[in-house]
């Protein structure tokens, strides 16, 4: 298996019943060995959450028919955006995209998928920033952010049960 035989599929928030439990099923082989934590549980809550709104945007990467990662997001509601606390000055366009969840079967990770879906689903958002958040004990994917022109701006806890997020920010319009 080649990067080049996934083909990459987009959906929205029309879509979400007929996608729903694809992204579930690869949130869990992809987190086989964290399901007994009560956040990664909450899993499905978050599909509702982001694919609830109008502006959901999600691309499935297949190999044939098989699913072999995802990645969503939805725009961010303006002045509420992941970065605007860390942001002593906030850019002139504050129009944001926030990059909720990147998934990679474990199949299939190291393959480049990961980066394909992440740009695929970037790449035409019509806003200027995209916005996301990373679990801090996992510095090798905060470094493949890096690499893909997101930088650190500081830290947030969104639950009391998840992690202290580093939130990263990347311009989408350079």
């Known amino acids: 298996m080649t990067t080049a035989t996934i083909e990459l599929r987009h959906y ?14 690869v949130h869990a082989d992809a987190y ?7 956040f990664t549980q909450r899993f499905p809550w978050f599909v509702d959450h982001w694919g609830g709104n109008e502006g959901f945007a999600c691309v499935i990467g297949y190999d044939q028919d098989e699913p072999v990662g995802f990645a ?4 961010a ?6 970065w605007r606390e860390h942001l002593s000055n ?3 366009d504050a129009s944001t995209f926030s990059f909720s969840e990147l998934m990679v079967r474990p199949k299939w990770r190291k393959t480049g998928i990961a980066e394909r879906l992440h740009t695929a689903l970037v790449e035409s958002r019509p806003e200027a ?3 996301l958040l990373v679990d801090p004990g996992h510095p090798k994917v905060q470094a493949l952010y890096e690499t893909w022109g997101y930088r650190a701006v500081g830290n947030r806890q969104p639950f009391p049960d998840s992690p202290n997020f580093t939130v990263m920010i990347r311009d989408l319009k350079a």
């Open 72 to 75: 969503y997001g939805a725009p």
């Open 32 to 38: 086989a060995d964290e399901m007994d934590d009560e």
């Open 12 to 25: 929205g928030h029309d879509d979400l019943p007929q996608i729903r439990q694809t992204l579930l099923d």
């Open 77 to 82: 509601v303006p002045g509420r955006e992941w």
């Open 90 to 92: 906030p850019p002139a």
């Open 129 to 131: 920033l995209a916005v």
